[in-house]
């Protein structure tokens, strides 16, 4: 077992209709790595901070096992700084804010002891850092996931197709998915990812669950029904570390445990947004990812009664 995980560690600002919380710990990487390591022993970030990140925070991804020799330190430099804030339906946000900082000089070094690493998940980032990840590993991983945002769909589309085409799996939520394909059916976009080279692609539909596709296979997951979402932040990320955490833990890829690897990321996602940032990530044991697992799975169980 061993995972990869490059991506933005950063400092976020969020606003929802519950409140406000500034200067919080947040980032692509950061909610990958938390979720993931409730599956997996063996994860490395590979990112880049400022000094103003929390020393804390640090300790606390270690004391997860979470590896931080490619996690690159800038003292004088300040963090990534994104400032959201969401709208009355929880769906939507607008991005008041975001500070590159350090970002700007990230030249990703990939430690000698991870570039061998089994299983690499790309954090939505400009695609030529993704790829210039994927250009160090010694060997080609198990299986690469990627991740990414229409900012890279609108402006870096070369660059972004050339990592496409060198993924196993891309997960993209459904506005991104028919921005990339140029068509509105999700199953239209879906066959035009596949043709670009993934072996699978994950649409994610936010509250309304998340679609798998294979070449000549489709699953459909739901998302939890939840009373209260606090703060969606890191949704996303959360459900890409649940996906290659499980996967990373049980080293198979037939479409059963892709299904199984849709369902752990949808069980994570469902925590992380019931606090603000990371906080839930934190807290959570094998009991409370048991039990919502049993949920998903109840809630789209059914048999076969007809009346004649
Ligand atoms: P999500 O809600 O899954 O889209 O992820 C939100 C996280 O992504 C926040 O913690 C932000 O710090 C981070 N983020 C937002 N914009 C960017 C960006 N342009 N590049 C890298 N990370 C970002």
């Keep these: 077992m061993s995972l990869l995980v490059v991506g933005s560690v950063a400092l976020d600002t969020i606003e929802t209709p519950f409140g406000k919380a500034e200067r919080i710990v947040g980032g692509a990487a950061t909610y990958i790595a938390l979720a993931a390591s409730y599956f997996t022993k063996n994860i490395a970030i590979v990112s880049i901070i400022g000094g103003d990140f929390p020393k804390e925070m640090l300790e606390t991804f270690k004391k997860k096992n979470i590896d931080l020799s490619g996690l690159e330190i800038l003292p004088q430099e300040k963090s990534f700084f994104w400032h959201g804030r969401y709208h009355l339906d929880m769906n939507t946000r607008d991005t008041l804010e975001t500070q590159l900082n ?181 807290q959570l044991n094998q009991n409370a990812i048991q039990e919502r697992y049993q949920i998903l799975s109840d809630l789209v169980r059914f048999d076969h009664v007809y009346p004649f």
Aim: glycine letters at 6%.
């Design 102 to 282: 350090v970002l700007t000089k990230f030249q990703p070094k990939v430690p000698e002891q991870h570039r061998k690493a089994e299983h690499v998940m790309l954090g939505n980032l400009d695609p030529k850092i993704q790829m210039a990840v994927l250009e160090q590993m010694k060997q080609r991983p198990k299986w690469i996931v990627m991740d990414t945002m229409n900012y890279w769909i609108e402006n870096t589309l070369e660059d972004l197709e050339k990592v496409i085409a060198q993924t196993d799996v891309l997960i993209i939520n459904d506005e991104e998915a028919r921005m990339l394909a140029q068509t509105y059916s999700l199953t239209k976009a879906a066959r035009w990812i596949l043709e670009k080279g993934p072996k699978y692609v994950v649409i994610k539909k936010g509250e309304h669950g998340a679609l798998l596709f294979g070449k000549d296979k489709v699953f459909v997951a739901p998302a939890l029904p939840l009373e209260e979402v606090f703060d969606p932040t890191g949704a996303g990320d959360t459900f890409a570390g649940g996906f290659i955490g499980y996967l990373d833990a049980v080293q198979n890829y037939d479409f059963e445990h892709l299904k199984n690897a849709v369902i752990y990321g949808t069980v994570m996602a469902s925590y992380c947004v019931e606090a603000f940032g990371p906080e839930k990530l934190l």
